[in-house]
Nanobody, 124 residues
Framework: VQLQASGGGLVQAGGSLRLSCAAS????????MGWFRQFPGQVRDAVAT????????YYAESVKGRFTISRDNAKNTVYLQMNSLKPEDTGVYYC??????????????????WGQGTQVTVSS
């Protein structure tokens, strides 16, 4: 599976961004996908995840009510709609796909595919 992420950028606090992650290759193996965030000097952490079959979702506490993860199975694409952005949301966002749900349950190193990071910068 290959993942292509897009949609990052610079936005003022309170603004919105939409991240997209398109999967290609052996997409039939995907069970879960998600977005992960990495702050400088810290490990990646899950922001939001979604099950490919029943749309079961998970959100980090810090983004609940502001971010929405969704999927389009026909396009093999997962989205992250980010509203009411805060400066503390600034970081590199990575999408990932896995053969299990939630993605990353076997450890970040065991995830089946990572997309390239996309920078999100929220100015105050």
């Amino acid at each position: 599976v290959q993942l292509q992420a897009s949609g990052g950028g610079l936005v003022q606090a309170g603004g919105s961004l939409r991240l997209s992650c398109a999967a290609s290759g052996r997409t039939s193996s995907i069970v879960g996908m998600g977005w992960f965030r990495q702050f400088p000097g810290q490990v990646r952490d899950a922001v939001a995840t979604i099950s490919w079959s029943d749309s079961n979702t998970y959100y980090a506490e810090s983004v609940k009510g502001r971010f929405t993860i969704s999927r389009d199975n026909a396009k093999n694409t997962v989205y992250l709609q980010m509203n009411s952005l805060k400066p503390e949301d600034t970081g590199v966002y990575y999408c990932a796909a896995d053969r299990i749900y939630p993605p990353g349950s076997r450890g970040w190193d065991a995830l089946d595919a990572w997309g390239q990071g996309t920078q999100v910068t929220v100015s105050s």
